[in-house]
């Protein structure tokens, strides 16, 4: 597999939000306004990119010589959790502008399904380091770009009239779907 | 006591029916339904983390430091989440190997750390059982209805299980000439369906 | 202070916990799912090669050392009779190793049969050679002791079109194959003469 194709493959194909179904709690929580959209988006790209390379050198170099592979999942969470923690003790003090913008967003990320898949999916197609990384960055702009996308949409039906029984998450999730159609255009690509 | 343990069953049956009420774990939702089968796996393995982790959680609330206290939700979660993957893999393998990457997902699952921080950390050791319980059957019931809507009209099957030799549940059921909408086992389709399926809750909840 | 030293003793003492319930449950199931692992990957390959075996090639199964590494070998009864070893071996392809299960028959060191067990080779034209079973095929009934080369390299196998480098990588697996046939030879006779009692 070239790189090309894991890059246009994770922004695209199977985009972890509309086509791997990862990450949607955020996804539908934060996408009512485009300035938390952006927020999320960013803190997703920060958080999954690091995780992603953190747990691949923690399962090559630990739990595989030490025959703990079963173990993977406690240890992730508990390293994502860690990064989490980490990374917003770091942004706090040495860039708080940055932090002002992600700071509520990070200890969100501990649950979102999105870093956790992506790091798990990393593993199972026993990718080497460099593609993790590309990899990694790949789902990760694919799910700021999904998101943010989204986010545009949903400004716009607010201002629509919807019927009632259909408002808020659920006319949401009818445009996730329409959205991951467009999306799906890009199947034959790779 | 204010609810009885009844009350606390049923509630996740309808009332906090999880994935239609508060719109949480949805990723499960979206992306095993594809078979019935896979919606009742995925259910019940939820399920099993779901009351185990309220139990534990329930019987070391007073010793748990609050500061603390997501770190071990996320350690007690974890470890039933690994247990449920190596029962699963030496009984349900084919299983295991179809719904893949979401068994270890369960330990993001905002249901489970949900149920573990708002319910199970104030309340007595029969009361989180029964809430686990309910809360967990109400998950299994919706993916298996989302599971079957998908299945029936994207594949035109209804599979409940799969052993090595057979296959439980009904082929065909609209009959051989019916040309089933993959659209609904696909991506797009799973959102859609969801979204419709919230929108008739909402109209049966409205009343 | 006092709160500090209680966060951390629970911290501790539940991660010990977690990694001690864990293990045991690891070690519990452990055999299982080894047996439903070989079932659900190798099975296929296996009950494909092994047409009218008597026994379940994967409960008889046992272990051998050879060198570093230690092989699984499975056994295959014919008319009640273990005549027949299963084991794999790897060669390189396009995208990485090609596995190739080879059942071997020890009363005349001929290939009973062969198939192709994991592969991440470009779909269509290498991943063919799981599929394909007329290019397997070609193995059965040769002798197991000889090399295998596709006919470009002046070999007996026809490769398959547009797939030569997955067919190079198979025939080197079945050579390999045959390598550590011979040289475990001693030891799986010994092997068989338990199951044959």
Known sequence: MGYMEIIIGGIFVNNILLAQFLGNCPFLGTSKKMETAVGMAMAVVFVLVLAGVITWLLYAFFLVPYKLVYMRTIAFILVIASLVQFVEMF???SIPALYAGLGIFLPL???NCAVFGACILNIDKELSFMKTLVQSTAYAMGFG????????VRERIILSRVPKPLQDTSIGLVTAGILSLTFYAFKGMI | MAKTLTQEFTKGLWEEIAPFRLVLGLCPVLGVTTTV???????LATTFVLVFSNLLVASLRN???????IACFIIIIATFVVVTELLMQA??????LKLGVFIPLIVVNCIVLGRAEAFASKNSITLSIADGLGIGIGFTLSLAALGS?????????LTIWTTPTSVIGVQEVFGPHFQPFSFMVQAPGAFVCLGLMLCIMNLLGSK | MRELIKMVIVLTVLAVLSGGLLSGFRNATAARIEVQQLKFVKGPAITAILKGVSNDPIEDRF????GETERKVFVGKFDDKANTVVLESFGKGYGGDIGLMVAINMEDDTIVGAAVTTHSETPGLGARAKGDPGFVSQFKSLSINDSFKVTADGGRVNAMSGATITSRAVCAAATEAGGIYQRMKPQLIEKLKEFNK
């Open chain 1, 91 to 93: 942004l706090k003090k």
């Open chain 1, 109 to 111: 990320i501990t649950t």
């Open chain 1, 145 to 152: 770009l999904a998101l943010i996308l989204f986010a545009g």
């Open chain 2, 37 to 43: 089968e896979n919606g009742i796996g995925m259910g």
């Open chain 2, 63 to 69: 010793i748990i430091p609050s500061k603390v206290r």
């Open chain 2, 91 to 96: 009984f349900a393998y084919t299983l295991f």
């Open chain 2, 149 to 157: 809507l998908r299945e029936l009209f994207g594949a035109n099957n």
């Open chain 3, 63 to 66: 272990a051998i050392k050879d």
